[in-house]
């Protein structure tokens, strides 16, 4: 038997960008049709004015994983609440066994989690100031608030508060 170009056809986790606020519907359709998929579940406790009560919302907004096979894309994508897959250089991005395997042990395990993008800013980050009257000055972020980052201007021998708007980059 000859395998010849045939590229095999084997189910991949693959990330799946959602409407907002449709994970769970959408997780709920994936299983009537018979779509193996995966939308990690935070426990969060909620603070009402009257009382506390424990939910349930997605880890990822607008994003849940589906294991399907390349053939069966069309019936992913075809589903009601799907906007498409999640893209890396031109291709639906294949997500890791080893990291859906991980993503299902920190959610079973732990409540309230939070989750920070890479490109987030910490504490210890240099950064350079593009405009403004700091233009080309350098410094160090010390802490971060909800709405506002400490930076610390070594050469000016000062510490500032500065409001962060949509992004670090924005603010800085």
């Known amino acids: 038997m000859s395998v010849g170009n045939k590229i095999e056809d084997i189910a ?3 990330a ?3 409407y907002p606020r449709h994970e769970k519907k959408l997780a709920k359709q994936f299983e009537i049709n018979g779509i193996e998929c995966f939308c990690p579940l935070n426990k969060v406790e909620k603070q009402w004015s009257d009382r506390k009560k424990v939910v349930f919302v997605p880890l990822f907004q607008s994003y849940i994983f589906v ?5 069966e894309f069309s019936k992913v994508r075809n589903t009601k609440g799907v906007l498409n ?3 890396w250089q031109g291709k639906p991005a294949v997500i890791q066994h080893n990291e859906i395997e991980i993503i299902k042990s920190f959610v079973a395990g732990y409540t309230n989690i939070e989750v920070k993008s890479l490109n987030d800013p910490v504490p210890g980050d240099i950064v350079n100031f593009n ?3 700091l233009l080309n000055n350098t410094g160090v972020i010390s802490n971060i608030y909800n709405s506002y980052v400490e930076v610390i201007l070594d050469k000016l021998d000062i510490r500032i508060l500065a409001r ?3 992004s670090i980059e924005d603010a800085l």
């Open 85 to 87: 897959f999640v893209y």
């Open 12 to 14: 991949k986790w693959y």
């Open 131 to 133: 405009s403004g009257v």
């Open 16 to 18: 799946v960008y959602t």
């Open 164 to 166: 962060i708007t949509k």
């Open 67 to 71: 294991h399907v096979k390349q053939s």
